[in-house]
């Protein structure tokens, strides 16, 4: 449905929530590794999916990664607060890093059934964007 744009939007509209814009869903049963999940946005999305009754994995690089930026004092402290069941760490671009995590995950919790790449997200906090920045083209 479209709205007339000759005619002003209360501002009422726009604050208040409205059924097809909020999604709820019960993720019971459901095993979710959220990579990048110690802070941030991946911490964020992985808090959500717990919520939702997801079993949540946090994963960082680290174990003090959180603590960098002032989020957590630690991954374990994280995933405290984000309501996660089992935490991992490694760089998700080693390939044997993250297989060791299935055999740990599965034995836990039971196999992956949702997966969120969060990881990455902080290369231009840490300075570390490239110069020129052409990475895609």
Same mark, same amino acid.
């Given at each position: 449905?479209?709205?007339?744009?000759?005619?002003?939007?209360?501002?009422?509209?726009?604050?208040?929530?409205?059924?097809?814009?909020?999604?709820?869903?019960?993720?019971?049963?459901?095993?979710?590794?959220?990579?990048?999940?110690?802070?941030?946005?991946?911490?964020?999305?992985?808090?959500?999916?717990?919520?939702?009754?997801?079993?949540?994995?946090?994963?960082?690089?680290? @174990?003090?990664?959180?603590?960098?930026?002032? @989020?957590?004092?630690?991954?374990?402290?994280?995933?405290?607060?984000?309501?996660?069941?089992?935490?991992?760490?490694?760089?998700?671009?080693? @390939?044997?890093?993250?297989?060791?995590?299935?055999?740990?995950?599965?034995?836990?919790?039971?196999?992956?059934?949702?997966?969120?790449?969060?990881?990455?997200?902080?290369?231009?906090?840490?300075?570390?964007?490239?110069?020129?920045?052409?990475?895609?083209?």
């Amino acid at each position: 449905r479209r709205r007339r744009m000759d005619r002003p939007v209360r501002a009422d509209a726009l604050s208040a929530p409205h059924e097809s814009t909020r999604m709820e869903k019960n993720l019971e049963g459901e095993v979710a590794l959220v990579t990048g999940s110690g802070r941030g946005l991946g911490f964020h999305m992985a808090q959500r999916l717990a919520r939702a009754g997801a079993r949540v994995v946090l994963h960082d690089v680290d @174990e003090k990664a959180p603590a960098e930026f002032g @989020e957590s004092e630690s991954l374990a402290d994280a995933a405290r607060k984000a309501g996660a069941a089992l935490t991992v760490t490694g760089n998700v671009a080693d @390939e044997n890093a993250v297989a060791s995590w299935r055999p740990r995950i599965e034995a836990a919790l039971g196999p992956v059934t949702l997966l969120v790449n969060a990881a990455g997200g902080d290369i231009a906090a840490r300075g570390g964007k490239p110069q020129p920045n052409d990475g895609l083209g």
